[in-house]
Every structure is written in C-alpha cells, then in structure tokens.
C-alpha cells in the first residue's frame, strides 16, 4: 500500500495561476480531506469529501474549489492564486468521518506550495 | 466542540521521559482523544488514543484521570527522533463539527 500520495512536492505559483493539487490514496477510505498548515500554525481544515461525488467546505475555504469523481482521488483546485495561500498543503484519508477524533486519519506527505 | 489546551514547546534531554498536557474542561460524554505527532517537513500521523484511564502501545502512553478533563501524553526515554510537534484532539462524537488540530506542543529532544 502507498498510502495516501499527493503530488506535485512542491511548486512555485505567481499571483493569479490557477493549479490543481493531486491527491490519491489506495486503501479503500470513503472520507478524504484537504488541510493548510502555515508557519507556527496547526492544520486548518480546507475542504472534505464524504465519498464520491459527495464533498463539503472546511473551515477556510474560500478560494479553493474541490471535486471527488472517484474513492482514490480528491483534487484540490486553486483557481486565482493569491501570495495569502502560500502554505504547506495535507491531504488527508480516513475510515470513517474525519470530524471524529476516534477515526485515525492518514495524511500524505504535503505540498509545499508559494504564490509570488 | 471541546477545545483544546496545550503548552506550546516543550525540551527534554534524550533518555527522560516526557509527559505532555492536554486540557480539554469540556470534553463531551462520548468524545475520545487522540493524539498526533508531525515530524518536520511530513504529514501528521496518529500515534495513541483512549477514552479513560490508561492506554499504551509501542510509541506512548496515554492517562486519563477519571473526569476526563485533561490527558497526558507520556513518552518513554526520548531520543532525538522523537523531535516533534504533538497535537492533542478531543472529537465530537456526532461527526458533526470539523475537528481542531491547534497549534501542538513542539517537543525538541536535546543530546
């Protein structure tokens, strides 16, 4: 098993790109997520999917635009991107809803992401 | 939604146990806690997780007193691997609210 993937590591933008992170994971989770972690800060929650076609707004998620076509895969979209989003990018899956603590969530390895 | 309070760094000589606080005053009856570590430049990844009292597996321990109010997060004879940041989450059990990671406890573990 890989786990849960994400591409690209990292990428540099400039203001007004648009680009899409990868997300993909092959253990078979319903629930996926996206989170942003700045500097000295914890991971703040962007938005999640409940499983195919099924997704809904996090805590921060103006600006970003999610689909879910499939289990494996959970594309995170930037469409204008803004220097305010440069931040390290988490994808996240998991058994059961990632709003309970008892379901264990399994997080890629991030996407370092800079908007100049 | 129980929020969450722990110290924001914390530094330990290898060898020594540590033990992190959490508080959470208004954990509901069915909430669990769980605990993340995040090394430097990776995802979070789940380490342990209790409902009360006592739990323990490879990585940590996890006591829990009888109200439930707080956790404390011990970790065995640290090494410089153990270098970490460490996230306290208490969970709404009805799924309902997205959860909180916070800012953690930042663990540096020095020679």
């Known amino acids: 098993n890989a786990g849960v993937t994400q591409t690209p590591k990292f990428q540099v933008l400039k203001t007004g790109q648009s680009m899409t992170l990868q997300c993909a994971q092959d253990?078979?989770?319903?629930?996926m997520s996206w989170y942003r972690q700045d500097p000295g800060m914890g991971l703040r929650l962007i938005h999640y999917s409940v499983g195919a076609g099924i997704t809904d707004q996090g805590e921060v998620p103006n600006g970003y635009n999610v689909s879910r076509s499939t289990t494996e895969d959970f594309p995170l979209r930037l469409l204008s991107a803004a220097p305010s989003q440069t931040s390290v990018y988490f994808c996240a899956s998991s058994y059961g809803t990632p709003h309970a603590s008892y379901n264990e969530q399994f997080f890629g390895p991030g996407t370092r992401l800079t908007v100049l | 939604l129980a929020k969450t309070t722990q110290p924001i760094s914390m530094d330990s000589y290898e060898g020594q146990e540590v033990n992190i606080t959490c508080s959470h005053n208004?954990?509901?009856?069915?909430?669990?806690i769980t605990w993340y570590q995040q090394f430097p430049s990776q995802g979070p990844r789940f380490i342990i997780q209790?409902?009360?009292t006592k739990v323990t597996n490879e990585v940590a321990s996890l006591f829990i007193p009888a109200d439930r109010k707080s956790s404390t997060l011990s970790l065995p004879r640290v090494s410089l691997s153990d270098t970490a940041v460490y996230y306290c989450l208490v969970g709404d059990n009805s799924g309902n609210t997205p959860l909180v990671f916070g800012k953690g406890t930042r663990l540096s573990v020095i020679a």
């Open positions: 253990m078979n989770h319903e629930y």
């Open positions: 208004n954990i509901a009856t069915n909430d669990y």
């Open positions: 209790g409902y009360k």
